[in-house]
């Protein structure tokens, strides 16, 4: 049963560009979690998708900042114009619909900002 | 709101020595209470929960017990090895199913 997936695994963007970060979740898990980890710092929660819908977003920088979790396909974590304090791991978790809403963690993506 | 406060590290220690790492947490509600390691360069494993007071979580020799009284979730382990080194965090899962995260732990256990 194959784990959550994240790809890339690293990118890197210059100032400006965009970022595009993408996770396929667990099978049987309908549940989309991404959390950021800046350096030195602890995860912080960004947001929370179900298919087709933003759960809580309260996470999520107010601009530049956009996810989506489409019916078909993987979710995706888009950042716009990125600045150098955007550099960070970001990470994806998923969870099924019932049950202990134990999230299971990808390996990550890792975003430099040259 | 939810908040996690977790023992600075870093923790060092010789193969074989006893490990605790302190949690304690702020809660609403009656959360569930995690442990996971991050291993360099690599996402988050879990490595044990604990879902109501007084449940004890296990896993690969490590324990935490979920204290209410003490709003505390301590990991402990008897005898540690060089490839337990790794950081550890402490979260918690409160209602709004997003997990609140300590500052994590770096151990580094020496041979």
């Known amino acids: 049963n194959a784990g959550v997936m994240q790809n890339p695994r690293h990118l890197v963007r210059r100032r400006g560009q965009e970022a595009r970060l993408r996770c396929s979740p667990m099978k049987g898990h309908s549940h989309v979690y991404w959390y950021r980890q800046l350096p030195e710092e602890g995860l912080k929660f960004m947001v929370y998708?179900?298919?087709?819908?933003?759960?809580?977003e309260s996470g999520m920088p107010k601009e530049r900042f956009s996810a989506e979790f489409p019916k078909e396909g993987p979710s995706i974590l888009r950042i716009q114009q990125v600045v150098r304090g955007d550099s960070a791991a970001y990470f994806c978790?998923?969870?099924?619909?019932?049950?202990?809403?134990?999230?299971?963690f990808g390996p990550g993506t890792r975003l430099t900002v040259l | 709101g939810n908040s996690v406060t977790q023992m600075e590290g870093p923790v060092t220690l010789s193969e074989e020595a006893f490990l605790t790492i302190n949690c304690t947490y702020t809660a609403t509600g009656y959360p569930s209470l995690f442990w996971y390691v991050q291993y360099p360069g690599e996402g988050l494993q879990l490595l044990l929960k604990?879902?109501?007071?007084?449940d004890k979580g296990s896993n690969k020799g490590f324990e935490a017990t979920y204290r209410k009284e003490t709003t505390s979730f301590h990991l402990e382990k008897g005898s540690v090895q060089v490839s337990d080194s790794a950081v550890y965090f402490c979260a918690l899962l409160g209602s709004a199913r997003q997990l609140t995260f300590g500052s994590g732990t770096q151990l580094t256990v020496l041979p």
């Open positions: 604990a879902t109501k007071a007084d």
């Open positions: 978790a998923s969870s099924r619909i019932r049950g202990t809403h134990e999230q299971f």
């Open positions: 998708l179900q298919k087709e819908n933003i759960i809580d």
